[in-house]
């Protein structure tokens, strides 16, 4: 057992997936020479050779319509989009060929293949290197989308990614590669050589698909969140000093419907939190899906908390986040309701 | 008015060799600047400085007149300064304060003026290219008479929507001069392992548009290939490329350590090439300015680049309620 970041856990990942499987191939920008510009493929390309992690030109589009062809003659592409706001200019191939091609070819073609690309904000990075759209993808019939909240369930999650017979877009947020974030923007970063979630098993395992974890037990509301937010409601839930159970999804789609559900009969109060803005944001989805399954449950109306209707601000990052103090008020406020 | 004192090349004066030496030093120093203030945290995120390339803006902004446009990628804040926004709106930008050209909702990469003709920093590879067709569109349908530097990087020249961009713009016949400013790397990756041909400016060639390299470390070189790309279009013969080989000095982003090159490569163009120190070299040797008369523009560029620091920093940050505006004109109902 050794401890790593997430972007170890994710090389980690790659290595042992190209180790055992010479079909695995990776590519995009920066990814082989230099490592990646967040290196997650560092090294790789010296271990397995040019041939199997490889440069590619600034190209999105090209990069995810040719990893399609590859997947489809039965290679195992990984690419990665270097933020997933340039994800745009592929997003034509992933929605129009990558998830319709088993569909449109009765099963006949298929596209094994993982789509990384680091999501989310908390580093600066405004409006075209903060943005969480996971929502976009989990809207696509025929595709996948995952997204990790720690090291050890990264690396995981990951090889469960490349073995997947399906298409499967891999949102990594950016902001906890180095260690986990609870949205106090102010206090010292804590690194994941810090956190137990740092310990990352050696060679192959797999987190699957379409679990749920659930993090924090409790009895009083259920908190349902992904990636960043995970640790930002952990750390609200231990401020707010109310009893929440939070669940980490990991997957978005498939959606493990049987733990959001357990939980909120349980509970009968329900937050859903993310950091992608509000309006069609997939905690709409959840929060239809709760009030579907959960409806004679429920105490108080399904609360959301999510970034602003806005563009992602440059210079006022911290009042677009949703940090702890936003997720505590609608604790407060779940708690309410009678 | 005084007789002018010409230079070697018979098209530029004294003056505007000066005037030159003074435009490029203001960006090197602002862009130092910036990096400062990005080391003491007052700047943050993504901030791509464009230092070593000063001669390529310069150079063109030459050869444009008022009313031409300019419309570029992320590193841009040395084309803001060139075409004579002010230095201050700029650096507030960068420390997203009020008094910046975007009231801090763009940062670095966007920044616009509609007063000089700047249609913007771009945060997305390429993504300005077509835009930049689209304006030189406008021109012709306006019929006057103005053209549109297009910026990219060789980078972004292997983008689809450069080639989309290319052959609507012949179609059409657009006055656009699509400037590839090729400083030779895509962020870390180095040209040959991302562009399958050294020749970059002959990739219009197969859409009709003639193309050039330039050499981008030559002010004089640049602003003579930018009148010859103008007169083109001016002329209605419709679109022009230009590549322009430059170099920067700098990581691709302050968070870059530039690890895919040598020191010694970034070394030797400093002290071969430099764009500022060729200028430098020649106004002193065909003593077309004293020692004196640089040390006194260096200081008042000093001056400048010190002042806008002190207003990005003085500039209150903007309100939270600024978040909701400058979405949609009118805010639809929540």
């Known amino acids: 057992m050794a401890r790593m970041t997430m972007i170890e856990a994710i090389r980690d990942a790659h290595a042992v997936a190209m180790e055992r499987d010479s079909d695995v191939v990776v590519l995009g920008e920066d990814v082989g020479y230099f490592g990646g510009v967040f290196r997650c493929t560092a090294g790789l390309q010296k271990r397995f050779g040019v041939e199997r992690c490889f440069d590619t030109p600034i190209s999105e589009l090209g990069i995810v319509g040719t990893a399609i ?64 759209p996971e929502a976009l993808f989990t809207h696509v019939a025929g595709l996948k989308t995952v997204v990790p909240s720690n090291p050890r369930e990264a690396k995981g999650l ?74 930002v409601a952990l750390a609200a839930v231990a401020e707010s000093g109310t009893d929440v159970e939070v669940i980490d999804l990991r997957t978005l789609l498939p959606l493990d419907l049987e733990t959001i ?47 602003w209707d806005t563009p992602y601000p440059h210079a006022q990052e911290w009042d677009y986040f949703p940090g702890p103090e936003r997720v505590r008020r609608a604790i407060d406020k779940v708690m309410e309701a009678e | 008015m005084a007789a002018r004192k010409t230079t070697k090349n018979p098209n530029v004066s004294a003056e505007e060799m000066l005037g030159y030496y003074r435009d490029m030093l203001l960006i090197r120093r602002f862009e130092e600047k910036a990096g400062q203030l990005y080391g003491m945290g007052l700047i943050g995120g993504f901030c791509h400085l464009y230092i070593g390339q000063e001669a390529v803006v310069v150079g ?37 304060r009020e008094g910046g050209y975007s009231k801090g909702k763009g940062g670095s990469m966007h920044m616009f003026s509609k007063e000089k003709h700047f249609y913007g920093g771009h945060g997305i590879v390429a993504a300005q290219v077509p835009l930049g ?90 602003k003579e290939a930018g009148e010859k790309a103008v007169a083109h279009c001016r002329a209605g013969n419709g679109p022009y490329i230009l590549e322009v080989k ?22 030797k163009m400093r002290e071969e090439r430099d764009p500022i120190e060729q200028v430098r070299a020649m106004l002193l040797t065909g003593k077309h300015a004293t020692e004196d008369q640089l040390k006194e523009i260096d200081k008042e560029i000093k001056e400048i680049v010190n002042a806008s620091a002190e207003f990005a920093k003085e500039s209150p940050e903007p309100d939270v309620s600024e978040l909701w505006t400058d979405i949609y004109a009118e805010a639809p109902a929540a």
């Open chain 1, 69 to 132: 062809g590859m997947a489809a003659y039965g290679l195992k592409p990984i690419a990665e989009i270097q933020f997933a706001d340039y994800m745009y200019p592929g997003y034509d191939q992933i929605v129009s060929e990558a998830a319709r091609l088993r569909y449109r070819s009765a099963g006949e073609f298929t596209c094994p293949m993982v789509i990384r690309m680091p999501t989310g904000g908390g580093i600066f990075g405004a409006q075209t290197h903060s943005q969480s």
């Open chain 1, 158 to 231: 990951l090889l469960a990614a490349i073995a997947d017979p399906d298409p499967v877009i891999f949102l990594e947020p950016k902001r906890l590669y180095n260690g986990p974030f609870d949205g106090h923007f102010d206090r010292p970063s804590v690194p994941w050589s810090k956190h137990e979630a740092g310990d990352v098993e050696p060679g192959y395992y797999e987190v699957p698909l379409g679990k749920a974890a659930v993090v924090r037990e409790g009895s009083a509301a259920t908190l349902i969140t992904y990636g960043t937010m995970v640790h």
């Open chain 1, 261 to 307: 559900t357990a939980s909120v009969r349980k509970t009968g109060r329900c937050i859903v939190l993310h950091e992608a803005t509000l309006t069609s944001g997939y905690g709409a989805e959840v929060t239809a899906l709760v009030q579907r399954e959960c409806f004679y449950s429920l105490e108080a109306p399904v609360l959301r908390v999510a970034g």
């Open chain 2, 60 to 96: 063109l902004e030459a050869a444009a007149e008022e009313g031409d446009k300019r419309i570029t990628s992320y590193r841009d804040h040395g084309h803001m300064l060139a075409c004579g926004m002010d230095a201050g709106g700029v650096m507030a930008e960068l420390t997203g």
């Open chain 2, 133 to 222: 067709a689209g304006l030189a569109f406008a021109d012709r349908y306006k019929d006057n008479g103005r053209v549109t530097f297009t910026y990219f990087g060789d980078g972004a020249a292997n983008q689809g929507q450069v080639y989309e961009s290319f052959n609507m713009a012949a179609l059409w016949k657009l006055p656009v001069i699509f400037v590839i400013e090729n400083n030779q790397y895509a962020m870390g990756t180095a040209q040959k392992r991302s562009t399958s041909t050294e020749e970059i400016h002959k990739r219009g060639e197969a859409f009709g548009i003639p193309g050039e390299l330039v050499d981008g470390m030559n002010v004089l070189a640049v």
């Open chain 2, 246 to 267: 430059t170099y920067r000095y700098r990581g691709h982003s302050m968070s870059d350590p530039a690890k895919y090159r040598t020191r010694e490569e970034v070394q």
